[in-house]
C-alpha cells in the first residue's frame, strides 16, 4: 500500500514564528487532506488539497501531486496551534475512498 | 457545517462485555469509517461502509464487527471485548463523489 511519511516528527516554536509541515507520499493520489488534532483528539479538518494551493488564514497548503509531496505552512504561530498535524492521502487507484496517514508532527507554540 | 457525532466520549467497559460504538452523521454522506488510533501506530481503519447494509473490511477488522442499518448512523461493536482493544475510537464520513473526510470527536475506550 501507499506510504506517507511526515516530517519532522517534533517542533517546537515561539509564539510569532512560521513553519513549514512537509507529507512526502510514495504513490499517486485522488484525495489528499491536511488535520489538525486538538488536546481532547478531535480532527479538525484544515485542507481537502489533492494538488495546487490553497490558504485559509493564517495556514496555506500546497500538494505537487507529480513530485508526492504537500507542505503546510503555518505563519505567525498561536499557542492555540499546538497540537498533533496529520496528513492523509487515497490512493489514485483506490475506490473506496479509504485514507493512509502519516505519522504526524506534533507541534508545540510557546508563549 | 458537517457534523458527526459518537455517542460516548469516555468509556470504560470489562473484559469480556459486548460494546457498542455509535456516530452518526448529518450531512447524508454515504460513506462512513470506523478508525483506531494507538500511540505509535497512528490512524488505522477498521471497517467501512458505503451505502446501508453494506459494509467493507479495512486494515484491522479483526476483533470487531459494524451495522449500518440506516445511512446517517454506523455502529462498531466489539463482540467480547479485550484489553488490547483499549484506544481512541474515531468515526469519519464523506460524500460519495466529493471524498474529504469529516470525524466525529473521538470515544476513548478503556478495557479492563
Known amino acids: 500500500g501507499i506510504q506517507v511519511e511526515q516530517s519532522p516528527p517534533d517542533l517546537i516554536l515561539q509564539e510569532g514564528a512560521n513553519s513549514t509541515l512537509r507529507c512526502n507520499f510514495s504513490d499517486s493520489v485522488n484525495n489528499l487532506q491536511w488535520f489538525h488534532q486538538n488536546p481532547w483528539g478531535q480532527l479538525i479538518n484544515l485542507f481537502y488539497?489533492?494538488?495546487g494551493t490553497k490558504q485559509n488564514g493564517r495556514l496555506s497548503a500546497t500538494t505537487v501531486a507529480t513530485e508526492r509531496y504537500s507542505l503546510l505552512y503555518i505563519s505567525s504561530s498561536q499557542t492555540t496551534d499546538s497540537g498533533v498535524y496529520f496528513c492523509?492521502?487515497?490512493?489514485?487507484?483506490?475506490?473506496?475512498?479509504?485514507?493512509?496517514f502519516g505519522g504526524g508532527t506534533r507541534l508545540m507554540v510557546k508563549p | 457545517d458537517v457534523k458527526v457525532t459518537q455517542s460516548s466520549r469516555y468509556l470504560v467497559k470489562r473484559t469480556g462485555e459486548k460494546v457498542f460504538l455509535e456516530c452518526v452523521q448529518d450531512?447524508?454522506?454515504?460513506?462512513m469509517f470506523w478508525y483506531r488510533q494507538d500511540p505509535g501506530l497512528g490512524l488505522r481503519l477498521i471497517y467501512f461502509s458505503y451505502d446501508v447494509k453494506m459494509k467493507e473490511k479495512g486494515d484491522i477488522p479483526e476483533g470487531y464487527s459494524v451495522s449500518r442499518e440506516k445511512k446517517e448512523r454506523f455502529s462498531l461493536i466489539l463482540e467480547s471485548a479485550s484489553t488490547n482493544q483499549t484506544s481512541m475510537y474515531l468515526c469519519a464520513s464523506s460524500h460519495r463523489d466529493r471524498r474529504e473526510q469529516y470525524f466525529g470527536p473521538g470515544t476513548r475506550l478503556t478495557v479492563t
Open positions: 492523509a492521502v487515497e490512493e489514485g487507484n483506490n475506490a473506496g475512498n479509504m485514507l493512509t
Open positions: 450531512m447524508d454522506h454515504e460513506n
Open positions: 488539497i489533492p494538488s
